[in-house]
């Protein structure tokens, strides 16, 4: 960020979301960080680049983490291209996404759970495919 863009957004004038956008030089990945605190943190390139909006639901079953999430695919930005929620929903619209990452393998399959845009993910156990545990 340079001082201009500061400076727009410490007067009000934009927002820091404005800046949230697709960068080439920064890798996709996904981390985890183990829970004992000792163990080093695991990280997995994702199969192509995404932001992840806003996450639905995350379990481990077994050796994978299932996590549900809506997603923007790059390029995306965060400018509010129709001044109405999801930003850029016609560059990059928010898709229901799984992920299902071995975390021995590094291995992910992805699948789309449902090809409408959307901003905050809402599932049924029934219809998805997946539980609401915590990992």
């Known amino acids: 960020m340079d001082v201009k863009e500061a400076a727009a957004i410490l007067s009000g004038a934009t927002g820091p979301d404005y800046n949230m956008k697709y960068n ?7 981390i985890f960080l183990p829970k004992d605190g000792k163990s080093d943190p695991i990280i997995i390139d994702t199969p ?14 077994g050796e994978n ?3 549900t999430t809506t997603s923007l695919s790059g390029p995306f930005d965060m400018s509010w291209e129709w001044r109405y929620w999801l930003s850029n929903m016609c560059k990059a619209p928010g898709k229901f996404d799984r992920f ?10 992805h699948v789309e759970l449902d090809p409408a845009s959307n901003e905050f993910p809402c599932s049924h156990p ?7 545990t915590k990992i």
């Open 100 to 109: 299902d990452i071995n975390l021995k393998t590094g291995s992910i399959e």
């Open 126 to 132: 029934y219809r998805h495919g997946h539980i609401g």
């Open 65 to 67: 983490v299932v996590l």
């Open 48 to 61: 192509f680049p995404f932001h992840m909006y806003h996450f639905g639901t995350c379990h481990k079953n």
């Open 24 to 30: 080439k030089s920064l890798p996709s990945q996904f």
